[in-house]
């Protein structure tokens, strides 16, 4: 059990995860990975792609995979572009590198994996926009 309550979460990750590693980052300026994976940079978090059919992103280097970015990246975050059935494997990746937490983006899902995360003392976030939620804190004053 994470000791940091629900509601505590989300605010702590963006206060406390300065690294994300995005998978599934798109290097197309109309993707949502890419627009949100922009205003997270501009935000001041630094950004790591995470995409085997990239070779770099938003003026990052773009690693094929979680693991290979890990070898050159200390990765708090992995925000995960992915669809659901694909999240319990980069799971196994983001507990194996020792990150802090996984962020699975709108429409992403996945109980069983979000289950194992938690049991390794990872925070997990579940169907949310990082973005939106980044948003809606610095409206109430979040720094």
Known sequence: MNPIP???????IL?????????????KPHRASFEVARYMQAQGYRI??????????????????LRDAAQHEKIDLVNCFRNSQDI??????????G????????????????AKAEAA???VVQ?????????ALLARGFS
């Open 6 to 12: 629900p509601a505590e979460r989300i605010p702590h």
């Open 15 to 27: 206060r406390h995860c300065r690294t994300i590693a995005v998978v599934g980052l798109s290097p």
């Open 48 to 65: 790591i792609a995470v995409n085997p059919n990239a070779t770099g992103v938003l003026g990052e280097k773009a690693y094929a995979t």
């Open 88 to 97: 319990p494997p980069i799971v196994d990746e983001a507990i194996a590198i």
């Open 99 to 114: 990150a802090q937490a996984v962020w699975m983006q709108l429409g992403v899902a996945h109980p069983a994996a979000a």
């Open 121 to 123: 003392g990872l925070l």
């Open 127 to 135: 169907d949310r926009c990082i973005m939106i939620d980044h948003g």
